[in-house]
Each structure stands twice: as C-alpha cells, then as structure tokens.
C-alpha cells in the first residue's frame, strides 16, 4: 500500500474541533503523522494541497446502488466511482434489494461486488425481517457476522407493533441500531404534500400526519424496548417537534433528513416537473424552515443524500405515474457546504452531520481525522464552481432535483483506507 503525503491543506476535523493548515502523512491505510510540516515522511506520492482543505470523507447514511435487482437503473460500480468523485468514501445501502438484504449470502455478494470495484466502500444494511415483509424476525446474528452494523426495515415499516417490538428487542441483544422509517403507508397514498400546491395541480396529497401517526407509533415502541433506533428522513415541521419531545426521554434516539428536504418545497414542483417526485414528499416552507431548525438544534444530527437513481423511463409520464425519488450523491458535499454559506450551521457542525455523526451511529471507524484512524479523507477545492448538469453528473441517474444549480465547491482526491479512488481528470 503506498505512502502519500497531503501537504499544506486546511486540516478541518468535525471531532477534535481541529481548523489548521498542516500536513498529513499516511501509510498502511492510516493517518500515521498529522499537522504542522512533516519532513521526515519519505512519501510514494505526494498531494499539494494549498488553498484547498482536508475533511473526512463522507459517509452517506442512504444511498440505493439498484444492486442487485435494479442494474438498468444504476449498480454498485458506477455509484461507488460516482461516490468518491464526490467525496462520499462510506455508502450505507438499505436491504430492500432484490433479494433482500436478509441473509449473509446477499450482504457478501454485495460486499464483494463493492470489494472489487475498489471505489467508496459500501456499508450495507441488514433487513429487520424477512423480505422486509414485516412478518418474520431476520436472522440479525448472521447478518452482524457478515458485515451488517445496523438493520433497517429499508422503507418498508412493520405495521405489526409486537413484530416490531420483537425485532426491536432482538437487535438490541446484538447491540445492533435499528433504522426505521417514520409513516403510517395508508395515510401515505399520494405524490405531493398535501396542500395548496398538490389541490392547484390536481394531485394526490401526502398529510404530515402520515409521518406523525407513523413516528408515534414507533416511539411509542422505541420506548418500551432498550434499542438504539434511528428515524430516517424526517419531511416535516411536525415530525420534528415530535421527536424533540421524544428526546428528552429516550436520548438514545437519533434522526436524519435528506438533504433537498433543507433546500427545496413542494412549490417547486409546480411544473409538473417529476424530479420532484421524492419520498418522502417535498412540503412547504414552514416544514423546510423547521427541518433546518432542527438540525441546528442537533434534534437531527445527521444529513444524507437519499440517493435513489432512476432510469429516464421511470421519470418520463404524468407526475402521479412516475417513480419517487431523486439523485443526490453528486450533491451532497456542495449542499452541505451551502448550508454553511447560508448560516444554517458552523463549518464544523455541518462536516460532523455528514461524517462524524453517522461513523458514531453504525461505529462505523471513519468520520474524523486523527493519528491512528483510518485515511478515509477528501481534498476539497472551496472555490472551484461548477454547474450540475446531467452531463456533469457521475452517477448514472440523471435524475437531480438541483440540475441548473451553480455550486462553489468540490472534491479534487478522494481516499478510502489510504487509497486514492478518486483525483483529478488529466488535462
């Protein structure tokens, strides 16, 4: 494994509260030296990184690959190359693949596919039950052997509260996270938020008592079991007061929301325009207003992309028709860089939503840069502008919400365990 030196960056971590420019020497797949100039390093390969910064690499908490199952859409190779392009070094995949994520044997063919690809390392997730049918306790114990750091019951919720309870209880014998999905699926039957909005364009609405009913319930649950559990992709002002109560009861309950959520509502939509087509649905301001509240209030500690590529078939059609969901690994970095820029949160904080939060939920060893941890990192250029444009997107689904968007940063190397995955075209 090569010896690299990155030079004269801006060392940023989200952990330490480190902000200084330094040096970081890396051997044997770990951060060996750190700060200040570091001469007695005899490096393989050295990174000039003056004007630009180091961060930990990403550690996105969602992203779907469409592998196995899916590949006209996306796959494990072109994700995870489009990943560290964007300085994304941990993919958490949910098990709603087909199979399912619900046996050793699936989580190792897609360990292996990720293995191979030599790209962003991909975390996957364990089904809580069997097929994600809500029926069955998975088998967690295998799971866990087989590289599984949480189980999750992949978008799908466990109408059944005994079931749920039991897997709830059942994982945490593991001490395994529990990763659930915050809404009732038979208030859920619609596009768009429920609204002005959805009535102006004739379609279906989606409550926030969808998510409400959903996430009570499983507090409720959460309550009476000893599990750590995680709420993904909150979308609304209720939810988020919801869950600020629940916490100052249960503190070992954590949220995220992705990232669109905290820039876009359902007015831009407006056109009938089906990138928009996202689920959980995009809502109004004052949900948009209180979901980035929360984050700042650390209420939700963690961001994701919610990364669901689609094919151009699957978006073509009249907006109720098409498929949910939208691309956002290209994003991520940029996004979570705007709310900085636009006084949402502290530099360090932001970092810490997108590495440090996440590595601490799945223990996952990146998400901080120390002497001793692993050298997943990323060199990001602060002032590089770029547009998002389906032709400067890496991930294979053209799908974003934020193509036209100008964005004033981006990863130029990218390294996973010591690895470079990801520099700069030649010229």
Not at 20 to 47: C, H, K, N, W
Not at 208 to 236: N, Y
Not at 330 to 335: G, K
Request: proline content about 7%; some cysteine; aromatic content about 4%.
């Amino acid at each position: 494994m090569s010896r690299i030196l990155i030079s004269n960056g801006r060392l940023i971590d989200p952990a330490s509260g480190l902000d200084e420019i330094g040096d970081v020497a890396i051997a044997d797949g770990r951060i060996v030296r750190l700060g200040g100039q570091i001469e007695d390093f005899t490096p393989d390969r050295r990174i000039d990184a003056s004007g630009q910064w180091v961060i930990p690499g990403l550690i996105d908490l969602s992203a779907r690959l469409r592998e196995p199952g899916a590949t006209r859409k996306a796959d494990i190779t072109s994700e995870s190359r489009a990943a560290a392009a964007a300085g994304i070094t941990s993919l958490v995949m949910p098990p709603d693949t087909t199979p399912v994520m619900d046996t050793p044997s699936v989580v190792e063919l897609v360990s292996h596919r990720a293995d191979i690809t030599g790209a962003a390392r991909v975390v996957p997730l364990g089904a809580l039950t069997r097929e994600l049918a809500g029926g069955q306790l998975s088998g967690m114990a295998g799971l866990a052997a087989a590289g599984c750091p949480a189980l999750s019951d992949g978008g799908r919720p466990i109408t059944d509260s005994l079931v749920l309870r039991r897997a709830l209880e059942y994982a945490s014998t593991f001490s395994l996270p529990c990763l659930l999905t915050p809404v009732d699926p038979c208030l859920a039957q619609g596009c768009l938020n429920e609204g002005p909005t959805a009535t102006r364009l004739g379609l279906p609405g989606i409550p926030a008592a969808a998510e409400t009913a959903g996430l009570g319930r499983q507090l409720a649950v959460a309550g009476a079991s000893r599990a750590r559990v995680h709420f993904g992709r909150l979308s609304s002002a209720d939810g988020a007061r919801l869950l600020t109560t629940a916490l100052g009861e249960n503190r070992r309950l954590t949220a995220d929301v992705a990232i669109h959520q905290l820039f876009l509502t359902d007015q831009d939509a407006m056109e009938y325009d089906t990138r928009f087509h996202l689920d959980p649905p995009l809502r109004d301001i004052i949900d948009r207003e209180a979901l980035r509240q929360a984050v700042a209030d650390r209420v939700i500690r963690i961001i994701c992309s919610d990364h669901q590529p689609h094919d151009q078939d699957a978006k073509d059609g009249p907006f109720a028709s098409t498929a949910p969901g939208a691309s956002g690994l290209d994003t991520l970095l940029a996004l979570v860089l705007r709310l900085v820029e636009e006084e949402v949160l502290p530099l360090h904080r932001a970092l810490a939503t997108v590495t440090l939060e996440p590595a601490r939920l799945l223990g996952l060893e990146g998400g901080r840069i120390d002497e001793g941890a692993a050298a997943d990192l990323v060199v990001v250029d602060p002032v590089a502008p770029w547009f998002c444009t389906e032709e400067s997107l890496r991930s294979r689904g053209r799908n974003s919400p934020f193509l036209g968007w100008e964005f004033s940063a981006r990863a130029t190397h990218t390294l996973v365990a010591g690895r470079l995955v990801h520099q700069p075209d030649p010229p």
